[in-house]
């Protein structure tokens, strides 16, 4: 059964940077396309980064371009999520998205890690 496990969440001051790295495993496929959400206390969940497997292909929200990077290592299914310039409003659960095509688009979701910045 395919599992995603997330680590690196954790508390940090503003300004400060933090690492996520989330892994596949259970899986015999390589996944096409993985990435991270967040979701803050009321709001809804949110895309912060999107990468395909190859590495060439990414997306940001608009609020983290030029402060996260997202990388891949497609082999192992293991996506990471490199976090500068933490700012009080990236205070969030981060979930990592695993997404793989069938004959539909198929998502594996893990169980989220709490990042919170103080300011």
């Known amino acids: 059964q395919e599992q995603l496990v997330e680590s690196g969440g954790g508390l940090v001051q503003a300004g400060g940077s933090l690492r996520l790295s989330c892994a596949a495993s259970g899986t015999t496929f390589t996944m096409n396309a993985m990435g991270w959400y967040r979701q803050a206390p009321g709001k809804e969940r949110e895309l912060v980064a999107l990468i395909a497997s190859s590495g060439r292909s990414t997306n940001y929200a608009d609020s983290v371009k030029g402060r996260f990077t997202i990388s891949i290592d497609g082999a192992k299914n293991t996506v990471y999520l490199q976090m500068n310039s933490l700012q009080p409003e990236d205070t969030a659960v981060y979930y990592c998205?695993?997404?793989?095509?069938?004959?539909?688009?198929?998502?594996?979701w893990g169980q989220g890690t709490q990042v919170t910045v103080s300011s």
């Open positions: 998205d695993a997404r793989h095509y069938t004959d539909r688009w198929n998502d594996y």
